[in-house]
């Protein structure tokens, strides 16, 4: 209970981090004209890639018992920047938290994700498309956490940290002033264990709400 309190203020953390302090504080963005911030809350699906990781567990424990989806939940903050020439660009943070538990092998992993992202509105390339569809990407660190409770000595706790990135499409839909609701669908690639055998790599189709400043 004590970890998973520290995690989530942790998430938490971070997420007035980038909501705040990236690139300044909230006042020094409000006094600019130029740039638009816009912070935001969601919720996915997600589809993971952990058979390996599966089988290897399978053979140890003699125990059957595929995970191949599950939900996550992710935060963050962009800016619009409005000079002229990158007017269709925003860029951002985003903290995105996962997790996935093995009922019947007292094991369970989560996945923490830090992402620098950046989207880029398709009305740029062709004024037919709706100003509200946007191309995005994402890329920064995953860290892995495994937490296996039928060692036999003890609890085996460890994790794992790589690179990863995101890429995908997403809409939002303008239902009150500086307040949207929005879509969207990436591809995700984060393999944190160095050998591969923790692999979240899948689709994410998410729903998120926005306020704009």
Do not use: C, W
């Not at 950046?118 to 990407?137: H, M, R, V």
């Amino acid at each position: 209970m004590q970890k998973r309190t520290g995690l989530a203020a942790l998430i938490l953390l971070l997420f007035l981090v980038s909501t705040f302090l990236v690139p300044g504080s909230a006042s020094e963005v409000k006094a600019q004209d130029a740039q638009v911030l816009n912070a935001y809350l969601g919720l996915s699906f997600n589809t993971y890639n952990l058979s390996v990781f599966e089988e290897v567990n399978f053979e140890d424990y003699g125990v059957n018992e595929n995970v191949s989806s599950g939900l996550s939940f992710y935060g963050g903050a962009e800016f619009d920047l409005a000079e002229e020439g990158i007017e269709n660009i925003k860029l951002g943070a985003e903290v995105e938290f996962m997790s996935v538990e093995y009922s019947e092998l007292d094991i369970s992993l989560s996945n923490l994700g830090i992402l620098a992202t950046g989207s880029y509105q398709l009305a740029g390339i062709n004024e037919e498309l709706p100003d509200d569809l946007y191309l995005t990407g994402a890329a920064g660190i995953y860290s892995a956490n495994l937490v296996d409770e039928e060692v036999d000595k003890g609890v085996k706790d460890e994790t794992f940290v790589g690179p990863g990135f995101k890429l995908g499409l997403k809409g939002d839909f303008p239902v009150y002033e500086g307040i949207s609701l929005g879509g969207r669908v990436h591809y995700r690639y984060a393999v944190p264990h160095s050998e591969g055998d923790i692999n979240f790599s899948g689709l994410e189709m998410g729903a998120y709400l926005n306020a704009s400043f």
